[in-house]
């Protein structure tokens, strides 16, 4: 009765609220020129169990940068975007991107970079304490 409990136990899983796949996206389905709508009125829920993935759709032209989001089913964001990557050169005019992910409001505005400074920090010291450690090896001798 080991796996069937298991069985019941992911069963009672699925069934507890909150834990169908319902995920906030950005949405603007008309395409918008130079605004990324990441702005908090273009947020929608999307259809529980059915629309898992966000995707957003970036097409640059010489006028500027038109934005299309959305909800949507992994296998429609997944097609599209797969069906789009040859037009995909980003910087370029007349290169069309679609992109998709999972996870809430994920089509929203690029996470800001976050500089690598601790690490680079860290290394910093560690070479200053090395040499530190050379040139007193050095004086002692
Ligand atoms: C999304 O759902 C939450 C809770 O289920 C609700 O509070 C919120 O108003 C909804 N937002 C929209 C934009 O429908």
Known sequence: ???????????????????????QCYQCEEFQLNNDCSSPEF????????????????????FGIMYRKSCASSAACLIASAGYQSFCSPGKVNSVCISCCNTPLCNGPRPKKRGNSGVKLRAHMITTVLLLKLSLLFFYH
């Not at 069937?4 to 069963?11: E, H, R, T």
């Not at 609220?17 to 319902?22: D, H, S, Y």
């Open 1 to 23: 009765w080991c796996s069937d409990s298991g069985a019941s136990y992911f069963l009672k899983l699925l069934s507890v609220p909150g834990f169908g796949l319902q995920i």
């Open 43 to 62: 947020i929608v829920n999307c259809t529980v169990n059915v629309q898992d993935m966000c995707q957003k759709e970036v097409m640059e032209k010489s």
